[in-house]
T-cell receptor, first 114, second 114 residues
Framework: AQSVSQHNHHVILSEAASLELGCNYSYGGTVNLFWYVQYPGQHLQLLLKYFSGDPLVKGIKGFEAEFIKSKFSFNLRKPSVQWSDTAEYFCAVNSLDATNKLIFGTGTLLAVQP | EADIYQTPRYLVIGTGKKITLECSQTMGHDKMYWYQQDPGMELHLIHYSYGVNSTEKGDLSSESTVSRIRTEHFPLTLESARPSHTSQYLC?????????????FGPGTRLTVL
């Protein structure tokens, strides 16, 4: 069965620090990978996604993620975080069946201190 | 404006009550989903639907039921709420066509059963 692991449950950074959130998935075949973000009191929204092609994916708000197939990883990065990046971040992988369901990691709560 | 709506946003209710969590989307999406998220845990799929009159159980066993009489509406019902049902419930939808489709999430309903 597919699964997603996020290694950092809570991350606290100061503004302008660099961010990297780890994500590993369990399936070795073709996958679609996503990072979702949930700002306090808001919907879960898509940050970026990888389907195929360039393994370095750029998303909204200066975020990017790199798909490394050999490491089964899809880590999220941002060179300089802002206070407004305080949120919960979820890595997810598409199921390979017809449901198109998402399989989520446990999430990482990021707090950025001004 | 195309969006996905959930009501109520917050619900506190006593044991044994029947409740219905509403989910509506105005994007014309065929596929709809209900996920359950306990605090600090990943989202788990509890129900999904391919379209009108289609409902399926998800990965996580749930005592709730769903219906899909109209494309835009996918309500979730608990016939007799229990404290173990306390959780956040997220509704999502995705566009028809290929498997590589983004899911759009509603704001969620945070349910507390006393």
């Amino acid at each position: 069965a597919q699964s997603v692991s996020q290694h950092n449950h809570h991350v606290i950074l100061s503004e302008a620090a660099s961010l990297e959130l780890g994500c590993n998935y369990s399936y070795g075949g073709t996958v679609n990978l996503f990072w979702y973000v949930q700002y306090p009191g808001q919907h879960l929204q898509l940050l970026l996604k990888y389907f195929s092609g360039d393994p370095l994916v750029k998303g909204i708000k200066g975020f990017e993620a790199e798909f490394i197939k050999s490491k089964f990883s899809f880590n999220l990065r941002k060179p300089s975080v802002q206070w407004s990046d305080t949120a919960e971040y979820f890595c997810a992988v598409n199921s390979l069946d017809a449901t198109n369901k998402l399989i989520f990691g446990t999430g990482t709560l990021l707090a950025v201190q001004p | 404006e195309a969006d996905i709506y959930q009501t109520p946003r917050y619900l506190v209710i006593g044991t044994g009550k029947k409740i219905t969590l509403e989910c509506s989307q105005t994007m014309g999406h065929d596929k709809m989903y209900w996920y359950q998220q306990d605090p600090g845990m990943e989202l788990h799929l509890i129900h999904y639907s391919y379209g009108v009159n289609s409902t399926e159980k998800g990965d996580l066993s749930s005592e709730s039921t769903v219906s899909r009489i109209r494309t835009e509406h996918f309500p979730l019902t608990l016939e007799s709420a229990r404290p173990s049902h306390t959780s956040q419930y997220l509704c999502a939808s995705s566009s028809p066509g290929t498997l590589n489709n983004e899911q759009f999430f509603g704001p969620g309903t945070r349910l507390t059963v006393l």
